[in-house]
């Protein structure tokens, strides 16, 4: 066997023995995994805040509309106007018409930041809000790291999903709706 095959053997068997022994003080160190897109498609905190946000985009959507409308009708007028008026109404109407045309482009602009502001604050609270859990899961079942598991290249079988251990304290923490049954019974 040749020193570059004998080298190359010795570097496999290593790293096969690397990842059969548990590391030193294993015992004390846990790895644990979360899979964010699961939380996000599951956690109805997280659907709620969307569903909120999906609804307030197709508001602005309506008001753009409504605004446009209302600018089209504007030009259609100074088109229409157009033989009649004279040149000083004529550039008077297109002035008026190029402001709001104007100030409905800053308009669509500031609803699109602030849609985006509450979207980035929505991720921000639930990363949060996970984070929170996290901590309480890592602290009473001795974890050492959580990492999202679609950033893992690998794990082996003494990593743990503590996906449905977050997704059940989200839950307890998210504010309980009132069932309409018990509302009813209370009557």
């Known amino acids: 066997m040749g020193i570059r095959t004998g080298a190359s053997a010795l570097a496999v068997m ?20 979360i899979d964010v897109p699961r939380i ?9 805040a969307q569903s909120d946000l999906e609804k307030a985009r197709k508001a602005r959507e309506e008001e753009f509309g409504r605004r446009y ?3 089209q009708k504007l030009q259609r007028e100074l088109l229409s106007q157009d033989k009649i008026l004279t040149d000083a109404k004529k550039k008077t109407k297109a002035e008026e018409l190029r402001k709001k045309s104007q100030e409905l482009e800053e308009w669509r602009m500031t609803q699109s930041k602030e849609l985006q502001e509450r979207q980035e604050g929505l991720v921000k609270r639930l ?3 996970v984070r929170k859990v996290l901590e309480k899961v890592c602290e009473s079942e001795g974890f050492s790291f959580v990492v999202r598991r679609d950033l893992l290249l690998y794990m082996d079988r003494n990593s743990v999903d ?3 251990r977050v997704l059940t304290e989200l839950r307890k ?15």
């Open 162 to 164: 503590l996906t449905d």
């Open 69 to 71: 409308e209302d600018l």
């Open 173 to 187: 923490q998210a504010p309980k709706e009132k069932e309409p049954e018990k509302e009813k019974k209370a009557e």
């Open 127 to 129: 990363e949060a809000d």
């Open 14 to 33: 290593l790293l096969a023995g690397c990842a059969a022994a548990p590391p030193v003080g294993a015992k004390d160190f846990r790895i644990g995994y």
């Open 40 to 48: 996000l498609e599951e956690y109805q905190g997280f659907k709620d």
